[in-house]
């Protein structure tokens, strides 16, 4: 199966829906994300136990067994423009099939694919992503599946929610009220199962301090 997977780093990860799946045990999956967490967190717990052989993200760098993985042959990485992997969500969200971008032209990313020229700029051809499965985290949800992200967990979260067959969204609240459609960021035609998220702790890749100067 191919699953997208909200969140940017730690921020934002649907962490439950991670651990649940990691729990199924299923192997072979393709991981559609902008990153795959840290090791021993997030998106890492499905490395550490096997269960991925390609990863279509933008970043590797906080995690030490994706890049062993990679090194070794184990894992299959498809490099994404972090752009271009947003805006191919948002197509195959959108039923658009693929779309042009300058991004990448001229570099390994454009190779085998389609290139062509507009206005004298070279653009090559990016497909919409549509993933069998998509696993959001929202702040607030309510009974009809519509989702409210809370400042930079909204990062990727609503661009996977909409590439997803079927998604899965775990909610930090559940509204007893319909959310004020003024104030939805995903409606809940993209979002076919809820669940409240049980674990409220939410992890920082980096934590840095200073001393703080006296006034």
């Given at each position: 199966?191919?699953?997208?997977?909200?969140?940017?780093?730690?921020?934002?990860?649907?962490?439950?829906?991670i651990?649940?799946?990691?729990?199924?045990?299923?192997?072979?999956?393709?991981?559609?994300?902008?990153?795959?967490?840290?090791?021993?967190?997030?998106?890492?717990l499905l490395l550490e136990n096997q269960q991925v052989s390609k990863v279509l993200g933008s970043y590797v760098g906080e995690n030490k067994l994706f890049a062993e993985q990679y090194?070794?042959?184990?894992?299959?990485?498809?490099?994404?423009?972090?752009?271009?992997?947003?805006?191919?969500?948002r197509a195959g969200g959108s039923g658009i099939p693929a779309f042009y971008t300058p991004t990448g032209v001229g570099t390994p990313i454009a190779e085998g694919?389609?290139?062509?020229?507009?206005?004298?700029?070279?653009?090559?051809?990016?497909?919409?992503?549509?993933?069998d499965l998509a696993l959001?985290?929202?702040?607030?949800?309510?009974?009809?599946?519509?989702?409210r992200y809370r400042f930079t967990a909204k990062n990727f979260n609503p661009l996977v929610a909409m590439s997803g067959r079927v998604t899965l969204a775990e909610v930090e609240h559940l509204s007893?009220?319909?959310?004020?459609?003024?104030?939805?960021?995903?409606?809940?035609?993209?979002?076919?199962?809820?669940?409240?998220?049980?674990?409220?702790?939410?992890?920082?890749e980096q934590r840095t301090v200073r001393t703080r100067e006296a006034v």
């Open positions: 199966m191919t699953i997208a997977v909200g969140g940017f780093g730690l921020s934002g990860i649907p962490h439950n829906l651990v649940a799946l990691r729990d199924t045990g299923v192997k072979d999956l393709t991981i559609v994300s902008n990153n795959m967490g840290v090791d021993g967190k997030g998106l890492g090194l070794s042959g184990t894992l299959e990485v498809e490099f994404v423009p972090q752009g271009t992997l947003a805006e191919r969500l694919k389609e290139e062509a020229e507009f206005d004298g700029k070279r653009v090559i051809l990016e497909r919409g992503i549509v993933a959001v985290r929202a702040h607030t949800g309510d009974s009809e599946g519509n989702l007893e009220d319909y959310l004020d459609p003024e104030r939805i960021d995903t409606q809940g035609v993209f979002v076919q199962r809820l669940v409240v998220a049980e674990d409220p702790v939410k992890d920082i």
